[in-house]
């Protein structure tokens, strides 16, 4: 498995951005970013493929946009007019099960994780 290494959280005021990075040790194929808040369940952010298809939850409603350089095993996930809502701590996943049928992507959750990076979004 790979290690994977997130960074670029961090405090920023509400309508502001910030982007995340998502380090992988080795060659990554399918990936996705997840969010966790306190007191609630992981949820998926956003999937990435290889060839760079996309998949967005509804809250993102175009304000994240997932993208990633093969050549530099990275992933990121720009994130504009951030609310207090997003406030949580991001993970990047590979996954190695990821299915797409039609337009509904089917996560895992399987395969290695991030230690995560916390972004604090404040009104």
């Known amino acids: 498995q790979v290690q994977l290494v997130e960074s670029g959280g961090g405090l920023v005021q509400a309508g502001g951005s910030l982007k995340l990075s998502c380090v992988a040790s080795?060659?990554?194929?399918?990936m996705a970013w997840y969010r966790q808040a306190p007191g609630k369940q992981r949820e998926v952010v956003a999937g990435?493929?290889?060839?760079?298809?996309?998949n967005y939850a509804d809250f993102t409603k175009g304000r994240f946009t997932i993208s990633r350089d093969n050549a530099k095993n990275t992933v990121y996930l720009q994130m504009n007019s951030l609310k207090p809502e997003d406030t949580a701590v991001y993970y990047c996943?590979?996954?190695?099960?990821?299915?797409?049928?039609?337009?509904?992507?089917?996560?895992?959750?399987?395969?290695?994780w991030g230690q995560g990076t916390q972004v604090t979004v404040s009104s």
């Open positions: 080795g060659s990554i194929y399918a």
């Open positions: 990435i493929t290889y060839d760079g298809n996309t």
């Open positions: 996943n590979e996954d190695p099960d990821l299915k797409i049928s039609g337009n509904t992507w089917y996560f895992s959750g399987f395969g290695s």
